[in-house]
């Protein structure tokens, strides 16, 4: 049987942040072994900019045309979309109409499908990310109104568990935001802030709407008398997240060691 592994991204324009989608995506790679591996992004702007520099990088129906087209018999797809939100939906809408066209065609879960796996980045970030003395460290999520969003108040509660009071989560695009974290932030005493993107990429958001030198999370905060610090760096980059995402395939196929 002809299998394939689709690694499904949303993607990102900015050049320097891809590195993040790469290691997870060579991650998945490698331990697909000799199966045949492609990739897909969900985001049609993200597919727009890209095909106007040159790259054509096709959706998941373009993606599973050609898997089709090649004979490919089961499909495993993998996203590496942090929640099962509204891309997620996506991704499983695109796949429906090719369920017959292949003997097998499997959807993977998403990094935050679960409390084992909120738990699981809360240990991964811990570790990745120790404690500064008189420095919070603060998460900058993107946020969604969908239900999934519920996994970013679920990983502040982990960090809790997990003995860490300095951490601090907050979303761009959903709950908490900016006003609810400052009001959090009020109420302990630390004066030093270390931003940190809880996203795949450290892309168009963590560049502009976390540090940078407009109407920013850096300056409102540097304005309420914080000193702040910004790291530009994706989960993607991080070793113990190509694990979790290694993981994902793990369940569905057996893979290389």
């Known amino acids: 049987m002809t299998e394939a592994v689709l690694c499904v991204s949303f993607g990102t324009s900015v050049p320097q942040a891809r590195e993040s989608i790469q290691t997870v995506e060579e991650t998945l790679k490698a331990a697909a072994g000799e199966r045949i591996f492609t990739r897909a992004l969900t985001s049609r702007t993200i597919r727009r900019i890209l095909a106007g520099r040159g790259e054509?990088?096709?959706?998941?129906?373009?993606?599973?045309?050609?898997?089709?087209?090649?004979?490919?018999?089961?499909?495993?797809?993998?996203?590496t979309h942090l929640l099962a939100g509204h891309e997620y939906d996506k991704i499983r809408r695109e796949m429906d109409p090719w369920a017959g066209r292949f003997s097998s065609l499997e959807l993977g879960r998403p990094l935050l499908a679960d409390t084992g796996d909120v738990r699981a980045l809360a240990a991964a970030l811990c570790a990745a990310c120790p404690p500064e003395e008189g420095e919070a460290l603060v998460l900058f999520g993107h946020g969604t109104d969908h239900p999934a969003n519920l996994v970013y108040p679920a990983l502040q509660t982990a960090f809790r568990l997990l003995g860490r009071e300095d951490v601090w989560i907050g979303t761009v695009e959903g709950w908490p935001g900016l006003e609810e974290l400052s009001?959090?932030?009020?109420?302990?005493?630390?004066?030093?802030?270390?931003?940190?993107?809880?996203?795949?990429?450290?892309?168009?958001?963590?560049?502009?709407?976390?540090?940078?030198?407009?109407?920013?999370?850096?300056?409102?905060?540097?304005?309420?008398?914080?000193?702040?610090?910004?790291?530009?760096?994706?989960?993607?980059?991080?070793?113990?997240?190509?694990?979790?995402?290694?993981?994902?395939?793990?369940?569905?196929?057996?893979?290389?060691?």
């Open 183 to 257: 009001a959090q932030l009020a109420r302990q005493s630390r004066r030093r802030l270390h931003l940190l993107p809880v996203m795949l990429v450290a892309g168009d958001h963590a560049m502009n709407d976390m540090a940078g030198e407009g109407d920013s999370w850096k300056t409102r905060l540097e304005a309420e008398g914080y000193q702040v610090r910004c790291t530009l760096r994706g989960l993607g980059a991080l070793p113990q997240v190509q694990a979790l995402y290694r993981a994902r395939l793990a369940a569905l196929l057996p893979l290389e060691q």
């Open 56 to 79: 054509e990088i096709p959706g998941v129906d373009g993606a599973l045309a050609a898997l089709a087209a090649q004979g490919v018999e089961r499909v495993v797809v993998q996203p």
